[in-house]
């Protein structure tokens, strides 16, 4: 008899408990059911007593969840490279589902990325988002039910610009044909067989800033020939609200935009050329939606 191969699923947390919640709540709910090996790692970036009260509790009641809480941080919180690369190094299971924690998986996700990471080692494999905003409903019926998600009205997203459509769905569904496939791998929702990544790992330049870090990493292995593919079965809801504010966002995008065109060949000009909303800093209105916070994970740029 063959047995599944397992999935560790990787999240890094910092606060916004309510929404993280919601999240590893669907996770564990689908990993359960999805009939493999399974676990759940969340990597925590220092976050108070009350969301470690609360994490704690969950991992106790959900057996197969697992939390890192690290320490030391120095008040430089926002570190989802460094979270996931912890939970690359700890996971028990060579398929690796990277979410971040205000990203509510749809039910469709775990068995499609664990199926395609099977059939596939060498390829990056992609979903996308879909923005809503979910406060007041409880992680046990999110988690129950994701028609409560599908049921929301879309909203217009500081993570997406001000848009309330996945602004890289065009591009993401001619990805067989992109020159630059990398520049759509957001770790907010992707998957790879440890194989993939090899020995490469995030780099620690962007720690304390937000984005580019998996973009970055991206442009790596496709110099190492990886391929990329996207799976629309394997979208995500992306929560609005947390623990980031735009003005936040928009100063660490300035600093680590700039390396990240020291880092990947061509990547400016690229951008600027980019026709998709907010691919260059230059380009920025300072209009990016409602100007609510959002939750310390977002991958992409």
């Known amino acids: 008899m063959t047995h599944a191969a397992g999935v560790t699923v990787i999240v890094p947390t910092f606060e916004a408990w309510p929404i993280a919640h919601r999240t590893l709540a669907a996770v564990a709910a689908d990993c359960r059911a999805s009939g493999r090996p399974w676990e759940v790692l969340a990597v925590d970036n220092e976050s108070g007593p009350g969301f ?5 509790g969950f991992a106790a009641a959900h057996p197969g969840v697992r939390f890192v809480f690290r320490t030391g941080l120095g008040g430089r919180n926002f570190q989802p490279g460094a979270a996931r690369n912890i939970g690359i190094e700890q996971a028990r299971h060579p398929c690796l589902v990277f979410l971040d924690a205000d990203c509510v ?3 469709g996700l775990i068995p499609a990325y664990a199926a395609a990471v099977a059939r596939s080692h060498h390829t ?7 923005f809503v905003d979910p406060a007041g409903l409880a992680a046990a019926d999110v988690a129950a ?6 049921r929301l009205p879309p909203v217009r997203s500081t993570s997406n610009y001000g848009l309330d459509v996945e602004r890289r769905l065009p591009e993401l569904h001619a990805l067989a044909a992109h020159d630059r496939p990398y520049d759509l791998m ?3 929702d992707m998957a790879m067989h440890r194989s993939c990544l090899g020995d490469e790992r995030f780099e620690a330049v962007f720690d304390g800033r937000w984005g580019y870090e998996d973009i970055e990493l991206g442009y ?3 110099r190492l020939g990886r391929s990329f593919a996207y799976l629309p079965d ?3 809801y992306h929560q609005e609200g947390g623990s980031l504010s735009p003005d936040e966002r928009a100063r660490g995008r300035r600093r680590n935009f700039a390396i990240a065109e020291e880092m990947i060949d061509g990547f400016g000009p690229y951008r600027h050329g980019n026709a998709r909303a907010g691919a260059h800093p230059e380009r920025d209105t300072g209009a990016a939606g409602p100007g609510r916070r959002s939750a310390a994970g977002r991958g992409g740029g």
Do not use: C, K, Q
Not at 124 to 130: A, K, N
């Open 186 to 188: 957001y770790a907010s």
């Open 52 to 56: 470690r009260r609360a994490a704690r």
């Open 220 to 222: 790596r292995l496709h």
């Open 234 to 236: 394997a979208h995500v």
């Open 124 to 130: 990056v494999f992609l979903g996308h988002r879909v």
């Open 145 to 150: 039910d994701r028609r409560l998600l599908d």
């Open 105 to 107: 998986p749809s039910t």
